[in-house]
């Protein structure tokens, strides 16, 4: 819209139109003034037309721009990292929290990463404590896929 503007500006300041419109009047003389008149007010209807919708899209790609700022926003906030050092216990694997009380890992990690945790068997640790048992198809290729 702008440069529409400029480009008006510009023009006015080298073309006299008033000039140029009498001049095209002439070459058309069996156009009427009136009808040059009705033609320039349907261009001009025609390009606010043109604006306002070029108007309105840009008002929507703003509205839809905050909405997800305003979504990408709501979910930093929910975002919970576990940051440096992290006390654990070498035979156990008990977590020390800031407290200095001694937690499962699970819970340390449920309370600071919004997680929850459910519990298998690994194929290793299946095997040791169900030996009589036929480990599952899947499981066995991970294993020999792993090299152990």
Known sequence: MAFLAL?????AGRIDLVEKSFGFARKYEDWE???VIILSLFFMFYFMVLALRKWRQTVEANH???KANQELQEAAKEIKALRGIIP????CKNIRDDQGYWQKVEQYIRDRADVRFTHGLCPECFVKLYPDLKLPEDARKQMDDSGR
């Open 7 to 11: 480009v008006v500006f510009w023009a």
């Open 33 to 35: 003034l009136d009808e």
């Open 64 to 66: 839809d721009l905050q």
């Open 88 to 91: 654990i216990c070498a035979n």
